[in-house]
């Protein structure tokens, strides 16, 4: 049954990234006035197909892509109903910007997606730590357990007997206990924790042994949450977006710089499933929409590189033909095209046999 669903909530993850990409593309070439003849959800064979007033509206058995067929494009020239298209509703027949807009569509819908979901996620559940070094949860077991430290206590001072260091608390950052910031090669220290518990202070004598993993004094304790208001909850959509974004442009231009060492820690469907199913078997839907908007913005700036095929290349032969004044010759762009879709085939194959080594690896 979890299989069921781990699948259920992929096929979902997945086909609203490329619902909303295709219908970014579909809507704008619809607002210039450009003839879409097919709008459609996969590839390979039609499961589902419904006519509109011009355009077929259609879902195919691989969920993995999707395509608006507009009047103008090569590999459309042999399409019947392109045939009879005024030149005027075609990509050949509208100004440069027009398709600029329309190829960068997708992409622009991809981080709406993504924005609108972080900022539904924060405005419903979106946590930040508070200003003082309040406990939040402690860890079973810990020191801090051991030693009777509580859940909201506001740790304001730290004395450590050993060096008879006074280390005044105002931020959790300042709860940072390494040797060498203590001063100090003690394996064990005893510490006296001043709190306020309500409208009380009280000291609290602490044992706390040194991790050699983490190369720190560790009590066992995290930080005191609140939930953001509306102004952090745009703040942190936009932020999470920057962050989000900048790690993926690094990804790829180590792609680019370090080939044969960044192509074996991609991940292409198979990877998606395996991390999707991962997070839905956690239950917390915030995760999940989370991961969601993460692969929209994936699947948006992928788009812009200048490959053949993506929406980055087709701004680029637009640009192109705008500057030289007359068309790229139709044989050379829709044999780049069928270049670039198929070195973007093979590396979606290659990452597919590394994600399958993996999981049975």
Same mark, same amino acid.
């Given at each position: 049954?979890?299989?069921?669903?781990?699948? @259920?909530? $992929?096929?979902?993850?997945?086909?609203?990234?490329?619902?909303?990409?295709?219908?970014?593309?579909?809507?704008?070439? #619809?607002? $210039?006035?450009?003839?879409?003849?097919?709008?459609?959800?996969?590839?390979?064979?039609?499961?589902?197909?419904?006519?509109?007033?011009?355009?077929?509206?259609?879902?195919?058995?691989?969920? +993995?892509?999707?395509?608006?067929?507009?009047?103008?494009?090569?590999?459309?020239?042999?399409?019947?109903?392109?045939?009879?298209?005024?030149?005027?509703?075609?990509?050949?027949?509208?100004?440069?910007?027009?398709?600029?807009?329309?190829?960068?569509?997708?992409?622009?819908?991809?981080?709406?997606?993504?924005?609108?979901?972080?900022?539904?996620?924060?405005?419903?559940? %979106? *946590?930040?730590?508070?200003?003082?070094?309040?406990?939040?949860?402690?860890?079973?077991?810990?020191?801090?357990? *051991?030693?009777?430290? #509580?859940?909201?206590?506001?740790?304001?001072?730290?004395?450590?007997?050993?060096?008879?260091?006074?280390?005044?608390?105002?931020?959790?950052?300042?709860?940072?206990?390494?040797?060498?910031? !203590?001063?100090?090669?003690? *394996?064990?220290?005893?510490?006296?924790?001043?709190? !306020?518990?309500?409208?009380?202070?009280?000291?609290?004598?602490?044992?706390?042994?040194?991790?050699?993993?983490?190369? #720190?004094?560790?009590?066992?304790?995290?930080?005191?949450?609140?939930?953001?208001? @509306?102004?952090?909850?745009?703040?942190?959509? $936009?932020?999470?977006? %920057?962050?989000?974004?900048?790690?993926? $442009?690094?990804?790829?231009?180590?792609?680019?710089?370090?080939?044969?060492?960044?192509?074996?820690?991609?991940?292409?469907?198979?990877?998606?499933?395996?991390?999707?199913?991962?997070?839905?078997?956690?239950?917390?839907?915030?995760?999940?929409?989370?991961?969601?908007?993460?692969?929209?913005?994936?699947?948006?700036? +992928?788009?812009?590189?200048?490959?053949?095929?993506?929406?980055?290349?087709?701004? !680029?032969?637009?640009?192109?033909? #705008?500057?030289?004044?007359?068309?790229?010759?139709?044989?050379?762009? !829709? %044999?780049? *095209?069928?270049?670039?879709?198929?070195?973007?085939?093979?590396?979606?194959?290659?990452?597919?046999?590394?994600?399958?080594?993996?999981?049975?690896?």
């Amino acid at each position: 049954m979890q299989t069921i669903i781990n699948v @259920i909530v $992929f096929l979902l993850i997945l086909g609203s990234i490329i619902i909303i990409h295709e219908l970014g593309h579909f809507l704008a070439a #619809k607002f $210039f006035g450009v003839y879409c003849s097919q709008f459609s959800i996969g590839f390979g064979p039609k499961i589902w197909s419904k006519k509109g007033k011009e355009t077929e509206y259609e879902l195919r058995a691989l969920p +993995f892509g999707g395509f608006v067929a507009m009047a103008g494009e090569e590999d459309q020239a042999e399409n019947e109903d392109m045939k009879d298209v005024p030149v005027e509703r075609t990509l050949k027949g509208i100004q440069t910007y027009k398709k600029v807009i329309i190829f960068l569509a997708g992409v622009f819908m991809n981080f709406v997606l993504a924005i609108v979901v972080t900022l539904g996620v924060n405005l419903v559940s %979106g *946590q930040i730590p508070v200003n003082v070094a309040q406990i939040g949860t402690i860890v079973d077991n810990s020191p801090a357990q *051991q030693a009777g430290l #509580k859940e909201n206590d506001i740790i304001q001072q730290v004395d450590v007997q050993e060096t008879g260091q006074t280390l005044l608390v105002s931020n959790f950052d300042d709860l940072q206990l390494t040797q060498d910031y !203590l001063k100090t090669t003690s *394996q064990t220290l005893n510490l006296k924790v001043t709190v !306020l518990r309500g409208e009380a202070k009280e000291v609290v004598d602490v044992k706390v042994n040194y991790n050699q993993d983490d190369g #720190k004094y560790k009590l066992g304790i995290t930080q005191a949450t609140r939930h953001m208001n @509306i102004a952090e909850s745009f703040q942190y959509t $936009f932020v999470s977006l %920057g962050t989000m974004s900048m790690a993926i $442009f690094s990804a790829l231009g180590q792609l680019v710089t370090k080939f044969s060492q960044t192509v074996t820690q991609l991940s292409g469907p198979a990877g998606i499933y395996q991390i999707t199913a991962q997070v839905t078997e956690t239950g917390q839907v915030a995760y999940l929409l989370n991961l969601l908007a993460l692969l929209s913005v994936n699947v948006g700036i +992928f788009n812009l590189m200048p490959i053949p095929g993506l929406d980055g290349c087709q701004v !680029l032969f637009a640009l192109v033909e #705008k500057m030289i004044g007359r068309e790229i010759p139709s044989k050379l762009r !829709l %044999g780049l *095209q069928m270049v670039g879709l198929g070195l973007v085939m093979l590396l979606m194959v290659f990452v597919t046999y590394q994600d399958i080594s993996r999981m049975f690896g």
